[in-house]
C-alpha cells in the first residue's frame, strides 16, 4: 500500500511537473503590448475559433440586425481603426458583427477578429467616436490575445488538477486557485484593451474622450445593483475612467 501511495505521488509531481515546463515552452512575449503571455496557438488557430464560433455567437444574441446601413457603419467605423493603427499589420482578419439583441448591452470578441456589438449597446450610443471606442476596445482584447492566454492557463490548470488529483487528491483546492488566477486575468485584461483603445482611437482620429462617456453608459446600464469590482472579472467603471484619463495623458490625446 505504501509503494502504491508513493507511486502516486510521484506520478502526480510529473504530471504538474510537466505543465510547468508546457507553460515556460510557450511563454512569449506579445509584440503588440510588450507583455509576457503563455500561448498554446498560433494567430492561424486563433482565426479558426473565431470563425467557428461565430454563428453559433450570433445566434445566441438573436441573430445579425436586419439593417446594412447600420452594418455598414458599423464595418466603416471598425475597419478606419484597423487600418489606422497596429491592428493592420497583424495575421487576423478582422470583421465587425452587429447583433439583433435590443436587451443585452454588450460587446465582445472571439480569437482571431470576430468582433461582436448588441444593438442594445450600439442604440445607446451618442456618437461614431463612442462606437469607435467600444470597437477599439474589443480589438485591443484581440491584439491582447486575451482569449488565447485564458485557453493556455486553462489548459495548465487543468493538468496540474489533474496531478494534484493522482498525487494527494487536491485537485479541487488547485482548480480553485486557477479560477482566481483566471478571474484576476480578466480584470487585467479589460484595462489593457481600454489602454490600446484610447491608442487606437488617437490614430484615427477620433476623440479618446468619448470612451469615458461609453463607461458613463455602462455605469446608468448597470443601475444600482452594479456589482461591486471585488466580485466581478470586469474593473469597476468607475476604475476604467481612471485608466482611460491616465491612458489620454500618455498617448497625448
Same mark, same amino acid.
Given at each position: 500500500?505504501?509503494?502504491?501511495?508513493?507511486?502516486?505521488?510521484?506520478?502526480?509531481?510529473?504530471?504538474?511537473?510537466?505543465?510547468?515546463?508546457?507553460?515556460?515552452?510557450?511563454?512569449?512575449?506579445?509584440?503588440?503590448?510588450?507583455?509576457?503571455?503563455?500561448?498554446?496557438?498560433?494567430?492561424?488557430?486563433?482565426?479558426?475559433?473565431?470563425? /467557428?464560433?461565430?454563428? /453559433?455567437?450570433?445566434?445566441?444574441?438573436?441573430?445579425?440586425?436586419?439593417? /446594412?446601413?447600420?452594418?455598414?457603419?458599423?464595418?466603416?467605423?471598425?475597419?478606419?481603426? +484597423?487600418?489606422?493603427?497596429?491592428?493592420?499589420?497583424?495575421?487576423?482578419?478582422?470583421?465587425? %458583427?452587429?447583433?439583433?439583441?435590443?436587451?443585452?448591452?454588450?460587446?465582445?470578441?472571439?480569437?482571431?477578429?470576430?468582433?461582436?456589438?448588441?444593438?442594445?449597446?450600439?442604440?445607446?450610443?451618442?456618437?461614431?467616436?463612442?462606437?469607435?471606442?467600444?470597437?477599439?476596445?474589443?480589438?485591443? %482584447? +484581440?491584439?491582447?490575445? %486575451?482569449?488565447?492566454?485564458?485557453?493556455?492557463?486553462?489548459?495548465?490548470?487543468?493538468?496540474?488538477?489533474?496531478?494534484?488529483?493522482?498525487?494527494?487528491?487536491?485537485?479541487?483546492?488547485?482548480?480553485?486557485?486557477?479560477?482566481?488566477?483566471?478571474?484576476?486575468?480578466?480584470?487585467?485584461?479589460?484595462?489593457?484593451?481600454?489602454?490600446?483603445?484610447?491608442?487606437?482611437?488617437?490614430?484615427?482620429?477620433?476623440?479618446?474622450?468619448?470612451?469615458?462617456? +461609453?463607461?458613463?453608459?455602462?455605469?446608468?446600464?448597470?443601475?444600482?445593483?452594479?456589482?461591486?469590482?471585488?466580485?466581478?472579472? %470586469?474593473?469597476?467603471?468607475?476604475?476604467?475612467?481612471?485608466?482611460?484619463?491616465?491612458?489620454? +495623458?500618455?498617448?497625448?490625446?
Amino acid at each position: 500500500m505504501r509503494s502504491s501511495w508513493k507511486i502516486r505521488i510521484l506520478i502526480g509531481l510529473a504530471i504538474v511537473a510537466f505543465a510547468f515546463f508546457k507553460k515556460c515552452a510557450n511563454t512569449v512575449e506579445n509584440p503588440y503590448t510588450g507583455k509576457e503571455q503563455v500561448i498554446s496557438l498560433s494567430p492561424e488557430e486563433e482565426i479558426a475559433i473565431g470563425l /467557428q464560433s461565430a454563428p /453559433q455567437m450570433a445566434q445566441e444574441y438573436g441573430g445579425l440586425y436586419p439593417d /446594412q446601413k447600420m452594418q455598414a457603419y458599423v464595418d466603416m467605423v471598425g475597419n478606419k481603426l +484597423v487600418s489606422s493603427s497596429a491592428a493592420r499589420d497583424t495575421p487576423y482578419q478582422y470583421e465587425f %458583427h452587429l447583433l439583433a439583441d435590443p436587451n443585452t448591452i454588450n460587446a465582445f470578441a472571439l480569437p482571431g477578429g470576430q468582433i461582436f456589438i448588441t444593438y442594445a449597446l450600439f442604440s445607446k450610443l451618442e456618437n461614431e467616436d463612442q462606437l469607435a471606442g467600444v470597437l477599439g476596445h474589443e480589438i485591443g %482584447h +484581440v491584439l491582447g490575445r %486575451h482569449s488565447a492566454e485564458r485557453i493556455a492557463n486553462t489548459e495548465f490548470w487543468q493538468t496540474v488538477s489533474q496531478g494534484a488529483s493522482v498525487g494527494a487528491d487536491a485537485g479541487g483546492l488547485v482548480s480553485g486557485i486557477g479560477q482566481n488566477v483566471l478571474l484576476g486575468n480578466g480584470r487585467g485584461d479589460e484595462l489593457e484593451s481600454d489602454d490600446l483603445g484610447v491608442r487606437f482611437m488617437i490614430k484615427s482620429g477620433y476623440n479618446p474622450r468619448e470612451m469615458i462617456g +461609453v463607461m458613463e453608459i455602462l455605469k446608468a446600464a448597470a443601475g444600482p445593483s452594479n456589482v461591486p469590482e471585488f466580485q466581478s472579472t %470586469h474593473p469597476d467603471p468607475d476604475n476604467r475612467i481612471e485608466n482611460i484619463e491616465a491612458s489620454i +495623458v500618455k498617448y497625448g490625446g
